[in-house]
């Protein structure tokens, strides 16, 4: 029985770091592929890449590829992830004219990101809204962002219910700002001046509960 159980053992142990190795070698190819994709995009544009190409730039196989996901999916990826590390750092606001300003800047790395490659941001904006279950990330963001913006806004003295309404409406103001670039019918600039009024609309509104 002592035997049995020791086999079983080592037996689980292997299988254990076979397991391990195998979902390792998995995540980096797919930060190899999702990398490969973001420098192919830059260069040669969203139309301008293929899958084949991705591949070759990745050293791997189509298959490969494909099993991260197509040039949308990847697209999505590479734009989650240089979102994801644009977010800023909770705010150490204490007043409301700062929860003013953190919130009406909050979005500024996000703004210079979208504008920095039209047709990727256009690209990627069709993705979206076709509803993929890879724009789950999408809903992260959001969560993210709007326990860091109510933070803010608590931090300033405002009821925590008022400001959580508050954040979600800053992250739809962002979302509609964003679509308005990318459709072309404002620039960065009329894109952060629309989310500052907004930020100031809220900070009033959240406040009036004191």
């Known amino acids: 029985m002592r035997r049995c159980n020791r086999a079983d053992y080592v037996l689980n142990v292997f299988s254990e770091r076979v397991q391990t190795t195998r979902a390792e070698r998995k995540r980096r190819t797919t930060t190899r592929i999702v990398e490969a994709a973001g420098r192919l ?10 899958v084949r190409q991705i591949a070759a730039e990745a050293d791997v196989s189509v298959g490969a590829v494909m099993a991260v996901g197509d040039k949308e999916s ?10 994801a590390a644009r977010v800023p750092a909770p705010p150490a606001a204490e007043s409301a004219a700062s929860a003013v300003d953190y919130l009406a800047h909050y979005f500024d790395p996000f703004l210079d990101l979208f504008t920095e490659n039209d047709e990727l941001a256009r ?3 069709r993705a979206l809204t076709r509803g993929r279950p890879e724009n789950a990330a999408l809903g992260g963001l959001r969560t993210l962002t709007e326990d860091n913006l109510t933070a803010a806004m608590v931090r300033a003295g405002m009821p925590a219910s ?3 309404h ?3 409406v800053m992250f739809t103001s962002y979302l509609g700002e ?3 670039l ?5 620039d960065r600039q009329q894109a952060a001046a629309g989310i500052r009024r907004t930020a100031e609309f809220v900070t009033v509104c959240a406040g009036e509960g004191r």
């Open 41 to 50: 995009f830059q260069e040669r544009g969203f139309q301008g890449t293929t």
């Open 74 to 83: 990847l697209l999505g990826l590479v734009y989650d992830q240089a979102i």
């Open 123 to 125: 690209s990627y904006f």
């Open 162 to 164: 008022r400001a959580r």
């Open 166 to 168: 508050g954040a979600q």
């Open 178 to 180: 964003l679509m308005l």
């Open 182 to 186: 990318a459709a072309r019918s404002t």
